[in-house]
């Protein structure tokens, strides 16, 4: 049956039980920032398990665990500058941007950074999001106010993540999973990791079956750009996304448990929050602009009223 099998420092004698035993958990502990950012070593299980099953396991690359470092982010975008598509995305690291929509019925992206000008309430918006690999529409959820100027709050849609995943049945590599999870290992070194809103927000009810402890909750964990709809500036942005990594049975030729009772999971490592705010000091100038364009606009209104008088109109 399923049992939890604690490392210890001897980790071939662990491994030996644990693979007696039939499946479960190994559980190591280690520290938030170890397994963020410096990695832990795993290289004693490594050269166990390439020794014990080694027509099963894929080699590992690495004897450091390190989620958080391994993943692959781009490093440059080339925009439009014309005043019609300002801020559309032409390439991603010099590879030209190919229509992201693959017939999933997606406007053209910006990089987050920026959007177009001139956004109503039933504006649809998509960015690129590094963290998906894939183009995400956004939607009107109020009007607001940012440190006195007027805005639009835009959120992820509820159906974000199946736009982003519709073209997986047209990719060979990428596998279609149930609603609310995005396989991102063709764009994250082939590693075994899904993308998903965090605690599975707005996703298929079986991401939560066999896992406890989770809570979606729509203020907590949904994306949001607040946006000055002049200019289409972005003055806050929260962008939330899940990793986790898909665990299947381990099957070998030589064992068999009939017993078993863990299922495959998709399974929660951590979610991230990347935020941004419009800098203090570009507040006032920001206002100021927008005032002047205000001032522009009813003096052209004033003008055109007083022409048209002059003409009997």
Same mark, same amino acid.
């Given at each position: 049956?399923?049992?939890?099998?604690?490392?210890?420092? *001897?980790?071939?004698?662990?491994?030996?039980?644990?693979?007696?035993?039939?499946?479960?958990?190994?559980?190591?502990?280690?520290?938030?920032?170890?397994?963020?950012?410096?990695?832990?070593?795993?290289?004693?299980? =490594?050269?166990?398990?390439?020794?014990?099953?080694? &027509? =099963? #396991?894929?080699? *590992?690359?690495? %004897?450091?665990?390190?989620?958080?470092?391994? #993943?692959?982010?781009?490093?440059?975008?080339?925009?439009?500058? %014309?005043?019609?598509?300002?801020?559309?995305?032409?390439?991603?690291?010099?590879?030209?941007?190919?229509?992201?929509?693959?017939?999933?019925?997606?406007?053209?992206?910006?990089?987050?950074?920026? &959007?177009?000008?001139?956004?109503?309430?039933?504006?649809?918006?998509?960015?690129?999001?590094?963290?998906?690999?894939?183009? /995400?529409?956004?939607?009107?959820?109020?009007?607001?106010?940012?440190?006195?100027?007027?805005? &639009?709050?835009?959120? #992820?849609?509820?159906?974000?993540?199946?736009?982003?995943?519709?073209?997986?049945?047209?990719?060979? %590599?990428?596998?279609?999973?149930?609603?609310?999870?995005?396989? /991102?290992?063709?764009?994250?070194?082939?590693?075994?990791?899904?993308?998903?809103?965090?605690?599975?927000?707005?996703?298929?009810?079986?991401?939560?079956?066999?896992?406890?402890?989770?809570?979606?909750?729509?203020?907590?964990?949904?994306?949001?750009?607040?946006? $000055?709809? /002049?200019?289409?500036?972005?003055? $806050?942005?929260?962008?939330?996304?899940?990793?986790?990594?898909?665990?299947?049975? &381990?099957?070998?030729?030589?064992?068999?448990?009939?017993?078993?009772?863990?299922?495959?999971? /998709?399974?929660?490592?951590?979610?991230?929050?990347?935020?941004? =705010?419009?800098? $203090?000091?570009?507040?006032? $100038?920001?206002?100021?602009?927008?005032?002047?364009?205000?001032?522009?606009?009813?003096?052209?209104?004033?003008?055109?009223?007083?022409?048209?008088?002059?003409?009997?109109?």
């Amino acid at each position: 049956g399923t049992f939890v099998q604690e490392a210890s420092s *001897l980790p071939t004698l662990v491994l030996a039980k644990f693979t007696r035993n039939g499946e479960g958990y190994l559980r190591q502990n280690s520290t938030p920032r170890a397994l963020l950012t410096d990695g832990y070593n795993i290289s004693d299980y =490594n050269s166990y398990l390439r020794k014990e099953f080694p &027509f =099963n #396991l894929t080699e *590992l690359q690495h %004897d450091v665990f390190t989620p958080f470092n391994e #993943l692959s982010y781009p490093k440059k975008f080339t925009v439009r500058s %014309d005043p019609a598509t300002f801020g559309q995305i032409i390439s991603v690291d010099g590879e030209h941007f190919d229509d992201p929509s693959n017939g999933c019925n997606v406007v053209p992206p910006t990089d987050g950074s920026i &959007f177009p000008s001139n956004i109503t309430k039933d504006t649809i918006l998509s960015f690129y999001s590094e963290d998906l690999c894939s183009v /995400v529409p956004l939607v009107f959820k109020e009007a607001t106010t940012y440190k006195g100027i007027s805005a &639009f709050k835009f959120v #992820l849609a509820q159906d974000a993540l199946d736009i982003a995943a519709c073209d997986c049945s047209a990719n060979n %590599d990428k596998s279609c999973l149930p609603s609310g999870a995005i396989d /991102v290992k063709t764009c994250q070194q082939n590693l075994p990791y899904i993308a998903s809103l965090p605690h599975f927000l707005d996703a298929d009810p079986k991401y939560t079956q066999n896992v406890s402890g989770l809570f979606p909750n729509d203020t907590l964990h949904r994306s949001h750009f607040i946006i $000055e709809p /002049v200019t289409g500036s972005v003055l $806050e942005s929260s962008l939330k996304f899940q990793l986790n990594v898909n665990l299947l049975k &381990f099957k070998y030729e030589d064992i068999i448990w009939d017993d078993v009772s863990i299922q495959d999971t /998709v399974f929660p490592l951590f979610w991230t929050e990347k935020k941004y =705010n419009v800098a $203090e000091g570009n507040v006032p $100038e920001i206002r100021r602009y927008l005032e002047e364009m205000t001032g522009a606009t009813s003096i052209n209104q004033e003008d055109n009223a007083a022409r048209k008088f002059e003409h009997g109109l």
